[in-house]
């Protein structure tokens, strides 16, 4: 088979433009259409979707099928197109496909036109607002690739390989074909070849095949293989690796016999500046950053995540928990996929899994997300048969994020999310059309902002009634796992409780990774912990977020809001204080320092349960000079030490955290903490350095050169002479490139009214950051120019 890149050549409008005869804007696949639409407090959205109108578009390439294509058949596969696919080809309609997350494949062989011009045409839906509860972004998102297959083939899916056993290394290779004939598989370690097999078909055969010596694949060591299977002129080539997954109650999760806690962060699919694009090289930059962060595992929140992330994770060594949907048969919001899934979902887990089956780096599905539908009998009757359906095919655990207060909270008419409410949404979206009106929260808006206000144990407290256990019970006993969001004050009574149940933190707050992470070192049962979120993302605006008003002037969440300001890392990529705080909890650091913003301490900021400190490692704060602040110790040791240019501030004890708090006058120096056994015997110190007085625009590349297929990062920051941040120096920073182009450009806050495809930027706290795609092979010259001057930087692209 051949798998040709299909991205360039295509145009694509605004559907209602095409119909008034306008023209059609080339562009380069993938792309996120609805990052270009203006945000309003119109938007249907709101703030759900980062205030974004939603439009429905069309996209077209056309195109000469050669005469050698004769005879074979072939297909145009999409990764992801969001959403509500229409497929034309020459002028016939193929295919209609709702889902907007999975892949789909359209045969075109008996519609081509050999040796003539053949027209493509897809029609993306996202009109129908409001359809998500976060940004879902719209149109060609993911790559398309074309499909070209000799007459006598392979199923399309037609290779899967499964470990058998990981101690002497085996594995099985699954084949299927619809004709006869000889099957070649080969298994490859680069340039060497471990293993060569015929075998005959047609129909489904299983080859089991011996690799002695080969190695495992594992977080620490991601080994992968090649296994290439011919089949006459039909040529495939599947990555796989060498691993077994045991996961019980008494063992825990393993990864080849060895226990592993899944030190785990939620992620929405968008990437940041790109938006919902998902460029492959911006995909694995997202998991390298959570794994710098110390995370292990992710969970992709709520949906099917791209084939290029999966990829990375294969890689690098991240293991994924692979989710399939945010709703069920209730609406979350009035136009999702709750119209669809009850007539589709055994179609859809096909797709998954015959898509993600031979990626090591998948070890759980996860059928759904906080869906009520868990506390109902219908929906009970629903998890098992998915779970079962599931089993069929894959052997993979299966979990499910359940919100468990809302399980209870459904069963006495207070549903957070109900068709009742999506309806009511909606209502208010049409009433605000032509309006400025702010938009009345209802449903998982209403509870998020509940949330902020009362805190994180709103929603803990709540998963600790009986009734939340009676409405959960039932459910989680058709699960392989039973996920728990934000229930992390149930654990120790359903150790006892529930001894055979294995429990998966399957969303979680940041300040309770300390207390999971002592929890889970004494009992196997509790395999991990997913926090809410690894890294921040577009939409649920201000969720997450604690910012002061030179940031965001109103707290509202109106339409100058853009992302949830729940991660760890911003929506740049950039750590904060919490990211070293879990670091120091997951014991991957032994100390850490951060520092409440010195010139807005105490004031007042944006509400959140999501946020547990709005620190940050740096000890430069110039101006503020004499005023109080607070500083954060993130350490574990018996007792912890403060001292500010040798003067010692204070001494405190950790008690049931590794977190302590001093108050301290802010004076530039060097800021220390010690952290000390029970014998006094110093165990870990690390500091903070103020910077110098003098200020300058830095240009910082993530890379020094890079590929024609990759993009390239770059961070723009104040410092001082010697490269320390000065984060309350800000000002705007316009961007140009040669040689290259400015796909995105901005700054982590949550607040931002200008948005990511201008060509000029405020800071946050001292940084900003560009997203630059090379032209070709040569060198890129970006040029960033601020009040303080002009400063460049060449970047090589081979």
């Not at 205030?51 to 005879?71: I, Q």
């Not at 740049?572 to 879990?582: F, L, V």
Request: one cysteine or more; glycine letters at 10%.
């Amino acid at each position: 088979m051949q798998k040709i890149l299909f991205n360039q050549g295509w145009c694509y409008t605004r559907l209602e433009n095409a119909g008034n005869g306008g023209e059609l804007q080339p562009v380069a696949l993938p792309h996120d259409a609805m990052l270009a639409e203006p945000r309003t407090p119109e938007s249907a959205g709101g703030t759900n979707t980062g205030w974004f109108v939603g439009s429905d578009y069309l996209y077209e390439k056309t195109f000469t099928a050669p005469a050698e294509w004769a005879g074979q058949q072939v297909f145009v596969a999409f990764e992801g197109v969001y959403h509500r696919a229409e497929v034309w080809f020459n002028g016939e309609q193929l295919l209609f496909f709702p889902n907007g997350y999975l892949p789909f494949r359209v045969e075109l062989t008996r519609y081509l036109r050999y040796g003539q011009q053949n027209t493509l045409r897809v029609i993306a839906r996202n009109a129908d607002q409001p359809n998500s509860r976060w940004y879902s972004g719209a149109g060609i998102y993911r790559s398309v690739w074309l499909l070209l297959l000799p007459q006598k083939h392979l199923a399309l899916d037609g290779v899967k390989i499964r470990t058998r056993d990981y101690k002497v290394p085996s594995i099985e290779v699954e084949l299927c074909a619809s004709c006869s004939g000889e099957a070649c598989v080969e298994i490859l370690d680069g340039e060497t070849l471990l293993s060569r097999q015929m075998v005959s078909l047609p129909g489904q055969v299983s080859l089991p095949l011996n690799l002695p010596g080969a190695q495992l694949w594992s977080p620490e060591h991601p080994k992968r293989y090649l296994c290439r299977v011919r089949f006459g002129e039909d040529v495939r080539e599947e990555w796989f690796g060498i691993r077994q997954i045991q996961c019980d109650a008494k063992g825990g999760f393993c990864l080849n016999g060895q226990r592993i806690i899944l030190r785990g962060a939620c992620i929405h699919h968008d990437n940041g500046l790109l938006g919902a694009v998902s460029h492959p090289f911006a995909e694995e930059r997202k998991v390298r950053l959570l794994m710098q962060a110390g995370y292990n595992a992710i969970r992709s929140a709520h949906n099917a995540c791209s084939p290029a992330l999966l990829d990375a994770c294969d890689r690098l060594g991240m293991l994924v928990v692979d989710e399939y949907a945010d709703m069920w048969y209730i609406h979350k919001t009035r136009y999702d996929y709750a119209d669809y899934l009850p007539e589709r979902w055994r179609e859809d887990l096909e797709i998954l899994v015959n898509r993600d089956f031979n990626h090591p780096a998948v070890v759980m599905y996860s059928i759904g997300n906080e869906v009520s539908e868990t506390a109902q009998k219908r929906g009970i009757a629903l998890t098992g048969q998915m779970v079962d359906y599931l089993h069929t095919m894959d052997d993979r655990p299966v979990t499910c994020g359940v919100n468990i207060f809302f399980n209870f909270l459904s069963s006495l008419g207070l549903g957070v999310y109900s068709d009742k409410n999506a309806e009511k949404e909606a209502r208010q979206a049409e009433k605000r059309k032509g309006k400025s009106q702010k938009k009345k929260a209802v449903g998982s808006e209403f509870f998020n902002n509940l949330a902020g206000l009362a805190g994180s144990g709103f929603m803990k407290f709540g998963a600790t009634l009986h009734g939340s256990d009676v409405k959960t019970r039932d459910a989680y006993a058709c699960m392989d796992v039973a996920g728990y969001n934000y229930g992390i004050n149930r654990y120790p009574k359903d150790f006892r409780r529930y001894p055979d149940r294995v429990i998966l933190g399957s969303e979680t707050f940041c300040a309770d990774a300390y207390r999971f992470w002592e929890l889970a070192k004494q009992h196997p049962a509790l395999i991990g912990d997913f926090v809410w979120s690894g890294m921040d993302y577009i939409g649920e605006c201000g969720i997450g977020a604690w910012e002061y008003k030179d940031y965001a002037p109103e707290f509202d969440h109106g339409a100058g809001w853009l992302t949830a300001g729940a991660g760890r890392l911003d929506i740049t990529g950039r750590p904060n204080g919490e990211a070293a705080y879990t670091q120091v909890a997951f014991e991957l650091s032994p100390i850490r320092i951060g520092v409440v913003p010195a010139d807005h301490a105490g004031e007042p900021h944006s509400p959140s349960a999501w946020r547990m400190t709005n620190t940050w490692e740096s000890w430069s704060w110039n101006g503020c000079e004499g005023k109080k602040t607070q500083v954060e110790v993130y350490a574990r040791g018996s007792r912890v030490a403060l001292f500010l240019n040798g003067e010692k501030l204070g001494e405190k004890v950790p008690k049931g955290d590794c977190r302590v708090v001093f108050p301290v006058t802010y004076r530039p120096g060097v800021l220390m903490a010690v952290a000390y056994d029970a014998d006094g015997n110093e165990l870990h110190r690390t500091s903070l350095q103020s910077a110098q007085g003098d200020t300058r625009l830095a240009l910082c590349p993530e890379q020094a050169a890079v590929t024609p297929e990759e993009l390239c990062y770059v961070r723009l920051r104040y410092t001082d002479s010697q490269g320390t941040l000065k984060p309350l120096t800000r000002g705007r920073i316009h961007v140009s490139v040669k040689g290259g182009a400015l796909l995105g450009l901005g700054n982590g806050c949550p607040y931002n009214e200008t948005g990511y495809l201008t060509a000029s930027t405020d800071t946050y706290y001292g940084e900003a950051l560009a997203i630059v795609r090379p032209d070709g092979p040569g060198t890129m010259q970006i040029t960033a120019e601020s009040r303080l001057g002009t400063v460049q930087a060449e970047i090589v692209c081979k």
